[in-house]
């Protein structure tokens, strides 16, 4: 199972090219056999977010926008465990709730977190791809 992390999910909707050739692989694999990648709900709060402060602009409404994202993965909400975890996150991760929710939300679903994010990478708290 692969999880997005929130650029890769804005990428993806956005600008494609922008995605590693081995992410977009693993993406491309889990839709083949019918598993469709996850996203946490923490993302689609940055997505909101993103489009509030015009740092994206989708071609639709925001709301729109979200159910478009929200129909094609499948979203995990933010459970005790995760947001526990979260908090738990030894150094050297740093301090972006927004991204600790999203590694925790990998470590406790047991995804693989694809992430361009080198700061979450260099972590070493769960799984990545890029």
Known sequence: MILLDTQVLIWLALAPERISPAAAAAIQQ???IGEAPRISAVSLYEVANAIRRGRIQPAMPIRAFLDRLKSRFT?????ETIAV???ELPEPFHGDPMDRMIAATAIMEKCTLITADSKIRAANVC???W
């Open 127 to 129: 799984k990545v791809l």
């Open 75 to 79: 979203v995990i909400s933010v459970s």
């Open 30 to 32: 889990a839709v083949s």
């Open 85 to 87: 975890c979260a908090g």
